[in-house]
Nanobody, 125 residues
Framework: QVQLVESGGGSVQAGGSLRLSCQAS????????MGWFRQAPGKEREGVAV???????VYADSVKGRFTVSLDYAKNTLYLQMNSLKPEDTAMYYC???????????????????WGQGTQVTVSS
């Protein structure tokens, strides 16, 4: 059974940094597609960053140059380093993983994609 547990969220001032972690179990991260999504109140869920087993790394335009996604295969853990945070980055951040498929534009909508419970990030101005 696949489980994803996020941690590292919190409250910071604009310009600050946070590092999110997603501990995965029940899958092999080196052969999975894994990524971060976020959802702010009243807004649709949006992709933030994804990394897959083929080496594909994709970032949302809004976070390019500020966020870095990485994967520690030995620890089966996905990270999101977030620097230069802005108030508009405030959202619930979710980890997602698909052990069966490579990255595609709609990978997050596949029934075989698993989700964590989320961790809240709040950035104050």
């Amino acid at each position: 059974q696949v489980q994803l547990v996020e941690s590292g969220g919190g409250s910071v001032q604009a310009g600050g940094s946070l590092r999110l972690s997603c501990q995965a179990s029940g899958l092999t991260s080196s052969t999975s597609c894994m990524g971060w999504f976020r959802q702010a109140p009243g807004k649709e869920r949006e992709g933030v960053a994804v990394i897959d087993s083929d080496g594909i790394v994709v970032y949302a335009d809004s976070v390019k140059g500020r966020f870095t996604v990485s994967l520690d295969y030995a620890k089966n853990t996905l990270y999101l380093q977030m620097n230069s945070l802005k108030p508009e980055d405030t959202a619930m951040y979710y980890c997602a993983a698909n052990p069966y498929r490579s990255y595609s534009d709609s990978w997050q909508n596949l029934r075989s994609t698993y989700w964590g419970q989320g961790t809240q990030v709040t950035v104050s101005s």
